[in-house]
T-cell receptor
Framework: EAAVTQSPRSKVAVTGGKVTLSCHQTNNHDYMYWYRQDTGHGLRLIHYSYVADSTEKGDIPDGYKASRPSQENFSLILELASLSQTAVYFC???????????FGHGTKLSVL | LAKTTQPPSMEAYEGQEVNVSCSHT???????IYWYRQVPHQGPQFIIQ???DYVVNEVASLFISADRKLSTLSLPWVSLRDAAVYYC???????????????FGTGTLLSVKP
């Protein structure tokens, strides 16, 4: 079974601070994704990448940056965290073509 | 990238067969259909995928209409553990580009009664 590891599992941040969420996959997958999920709502795509050193904007990229320094690692960066960014963040990966998504366990971020 | 439309909620009793529909009227020839489900406090779990006709695995079956604009996920003999939000998504299988965004819609909340 493919593995996607997110760190940290939870984090408390202060408003205006910088937050980095990390995602690591050992699946040799090309694609990686960052989603956020607010309580009681569906997943919304923030950023994604299909090759190292390149990222693409999803549906809600404002306030977030992404970095894909290698095929295995994909980070989500909040330069100035805000209260509205309190959510659970999921990372996912998949191979090319028809392959399905594999999700991490999620990171619960609370911005105070 | 084709959008999907699902009923917001469904109810069923344990032991019943449940059919969850998904409309993707603008699906392209290069797009595949995937179904996931999510229970609280967990990430989405893959259920099944398909391109056309009928697909079955140990968990569910998927029927895709001939024009591929409608798909139906069938869950046989649901139990309380099947209570979850079910998502239908479509994505382009060609490499790279915006067609690979994998957008989740609002999903269908399935409630299962004992």
């Amino acid at each position: 079974e493919a593995a996607v590891t997110q760190s940290p599992r939870s984090k408390v941040a202060v408003t205006g601070g910088k937050v980095t969420l990390s995602c690591h996959q050992t699946n040799n997958h090309d694609y990686m994704y960052w989603y956020r999920q607010d309580t009681g709502h569906g997943l919304r795509l923030i950023h994604y990448s299909y090759v190292a050193d390149s990222t693409e904007k999803g549906d809600i990229p404002d306030g977030y940056k992404a970095s894909r320094p290698s095929q295995e690692n994909f980070s989500l960066i909040l330069e100035l965290a805000s209260l509205s960014q309190t959510a659970v963040y999921f990372c996912a990966s998949r191979g090319s073509g028809k392959e399905r998504l594999f999700f991490g366990h999620g990171t619960k971020l609370s911005v105070l | 990238l084709a959008k999907t439309t699902q009923p917001p909620s469904m109810e069923a009793y344990e032991g019943q067969e449940v059919n969850v529909s998904c409309s993707h009227t603008n699906i392209a020839t290069s797009e595949y259909i995937y179904w996931y489900r999510q229970v609280p406090h967990q990430g989405p779990q893959f259920i099944i995928q398909g391109y056309k006709d009928y697909v079955v695995n140990e968990v569910a079956s998927l029927f895709i209409s001939a024009d591929r604009k409608l798909s139906t996920l069938s869950l046989p003999w649901v139990s309380l553990r099947d209570a979850a939000v079910y998502y239908c998504i479509v994505t382009d299988i060609h490499y790279g580009g915006s067609g690979n965004k994998l957008i989740f819609g609002t999903g269908t909340l399935l409630s299962v009664k004992p």
